[in-house]
């Protein structure tokens, strides 16, 4: 009777007789020679595979058993690239005569997949990413196609968030000399704690004024408005940065009417709030950051200035 079933990622279908161990159908059938033959007990480990994620000696499984499920060997942990566990078994030096590292690594990645806390150091490895100033994390494919990839997302976040607690050990830009858009950062910045913002709002062509006030690390979000998609969508991957599209508008006043307007309409701001504005003039042209503004939301003074002009 053909067995149907899949190995790393691929449908197969074996005609061997059905007590044939599942080893000799990937190593004869489907030449996947990474699988090795060692004791041929259950006792070395050299044969060992994943069935449906679990770990498996492959020499003592028939491969009736397998009908219908999915196979994975060393070929398949990574396929075109090295598995961060084959890194660090190089980076220590783990492999001997290298005969039975295949099924010793297939054991490792099973057992990590199916843990679900994190390990000294993949739990030092997030700490220190935001330590360097990293403006977005990503879980690792082997973390991710665990067992528990929620609670990972989860761990990652109480990492984060512990690690940005700590401040003091965060890079801040620090360049021999800023330029104008570098102080204009800096400045909004240490401005919104004087002040108390409740938002920072920047007007931007190429996401660069984001990214410069985003690497101060502000405690207030950056709204970040730009007629451009592609620049929203770099701008979401920078720390603290939510963009916004905005149509164009023509002269600062008008900017900081629809700035107003559209924070009130995100409840992000409540009248007598203070915000900070950075833009550059001319407007909607890259590379101009130039103005600063303080503004308290529902100025009525200003705006009927504004309107008698
Ligand atoms: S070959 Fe030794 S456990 Fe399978």
């Given at each position: 009777?053909?067995?149907?079933?899949?190995?790393?990622?691929?449908?197969?279908?074996?005609?061997?007789?059905?007590?044939?161990?599942?080893?000799?159908?990937?190593?004869?059938?489907?030449?996947?020679?990474?699988?090795?033959?060692?004791?041929?007990?259950?006792?070395?480990?050299?044969?060992?595979?994943?069935?449906?994620?679990?770990?498996?000696?492959?020499?003592?499984?028939?491969?009736?058993?397998?009908?219908?499920?999915?196979?994975?060997?060393?070929?398949?942990l990574s396929p075109g690239r090295l598995n961060t566990l084959q890194r660090a078994w190089l980076a220590e030096s783990v492999p001997q005569c290298g005969y039975c590292q295949s099924g010793q690594l297939m054991s490792a990645a099973a057992l990590l997949a199916a843990n679900p806390r994190p390990t000294r150091?993949?739990?030092?490895?997030?700490?220190?990413?935001?330590?360097?100033g990293s403006d977005a994390l990503m879980l690792s494919a082997e973390t991710a196609a665990g067992a528990y990839p929620i609670e990972a997302v989860e761990m990652m976040d109480r990492i984060i968030r512990e690690a940005e607690s700590s401040d003091s050990r965060m890079l801040r830009p620090q360049p021999a000399q800023f330029n104008i858009a570098e102080t204009a950062a800096e400045l909004i910045c240490h401005a919104s704690e004087e002040l108390q913002m409740k938002v920072i709002a920047v007007f931007t062509e190429t996401g660069s004024t984001g990214r410069l006030i985003s690497k101060h690390r502000?405690?207030?979000?950056?709204?970040?408005?730009?007629?451009?998609?592609?620049?929203?969508?770099?701008?979401?991957?920078y720390w603290g940065v939510v963009p916004r599209t905005i149509a164009q508008v023509h002269n600062i006043e008008e900017l900081v009417l629809?700035?107003?307007?559209?924070?009130?309409?995100?409840?992000?701001?409540?009248?007598?709030?203070?915000?900070?504005?950075?833009?550059?003039?001319?407007?909607?042209?890259?590379?101009?950051?130039?103005f600063m503004k303080f503004h308290i939301i529902g100025n009525k003074d200003e705006q009927t200035r504004r309107a008698k002009r």
């Amino acid at each position: 009777m053909a067995i149907n079933f899949s190995v790393n990622g691929r449908p197969v279908t074996s005609a061997a007789p059905e007590g044939t161990p599942l080893l000799w159908v990937l190593r004869e059938e489907l030449k996947l020679t990474g699988t090795k033959y060692g004791c041929g007990a259950g006792q070395c480990g050299a044969c060992m595979v994943h069935i449906e994620g679990g770990r498996t000696f492959s020499c003592l499984t028939p491969v009736s058993s397998v009908q219908g499920k999915s196979v994975t060997t060393i070929e398949g942990l990574s396929p075109g690239r090295l598995n961060t566990l084959q890194r660090a078994w190089l980076a220590e030096s783990v492999p001997q005569c290298g005969y039975c590292q295949s099924g010793q690594l297939m054991s490792a990645a099973a057992l990590l997949a199916a843990n679900p806390r994190p390990t000294r150091a993949e739990a030092s490895d997030v700490a220190n990413a935001v330590f360097d100033g990293s403006d977005a994390l990503m879980l690792s494919a082997e973390t991710a196609a665990g067992a528990y990839p929620i609670e990972a997302v989860e761990m990652m976040d109480r990492i984060i968030r512990e690690a940005e607690s700590s401040d003091s050990r965060m890079l801040r830009p620090q360049p021999a000399q800023f330029n104008i858009a570098e102080t204009a950062a800096e400045l909004i910045c240490h401005a919104s704690e004087e002040l108390q913002m409740k938002v920072i709002a920047v007007f931007t062509e190429t996401g660069s004024t984001g990214r410069l006030i985003s690497k101060h690390r502000p405690r207030r979000p950056i709204i970040a408005f730009s007629t451009i998609q592609e620049t929203r969508r770099r701008l979401s991957l920078y720390w603290g940065v939510v963009p916004r599209t905005i149509a164009q508008v023509h002269n600062i006043e008008e900017l900081v009417l629809v700035t107003e307007k559209r924070l009130l309409e995100e409840k992000l701001v409540k009248r007598g709030d203070v915000v900070g504005i950075v833009a550059g003039t001319p407007l909607f042209v890259g590379g101009t950051t130039n103005f600063m503004k303080f503004h308290i939301i529902g100025n009525k003074d200003e705006q009927t200035r504004r309107a008698k002009r």
